[in-house]
């Protein structure tokens, strides 16, 4: 059983800063990659930002701004977000794939609200 918990949404004005972390934990052989999506209201489901063996890959629309990060040791991901903007408002989930002792697969957290707004 793997589980991937959240933390560090919340609401933030534009133009400031929140730093998202999700830690993966259970019978974890190895994480493959791991990275950020997002939702919007009435939108699909986007990529944000991926990072695996030290490669990085992110969104035309948070380059600049995003910075992905992640503690092998901890089987853990953050996203410093800087800069937010409106757009930006939307429940960030955490993905990873990740290999265990029966089968490699996607796993997603539960998902954390941002909301940037004034």
């Known amino acids: 059983q793997v589980q991937l918990v959240e933390s560090g949404g919340g609401l933030v004005q534009p133009g400031g800063s929140l730093r998202l972390s999700c830690a993966a934990s259970?019978?974890?052989?190895?994480?493959?990659?791991m990275g950020w999506y997002r939702q919007a209201p009435g939108k699909e489901r986007e990529l944000v930002a991926q990072?695996?063996?030290?490669?990085?890959n992110y969104a035309d629309s948070v380059k600049g701004r995003f910075t992905i990060s992640r503690d092998n040791a901890k089987n853990t991901v953050y996203l410093q977000m800087n800069s937010l903007k409106a757009e930006d408002t939307a429940v960030y989930y955490c993905h990873a794939y990740i290999a265990t002792f029966y089968q490699t697969q996607n796993y997603w957290g539960q998902g954390t609200q941002v909301t940037v707004s004034s």
């Open positions: 259970g019978s974890i052989i190895s994480v493959v990659d």
């Open positions: 990072i695996r063996s030290g490669s990085t």
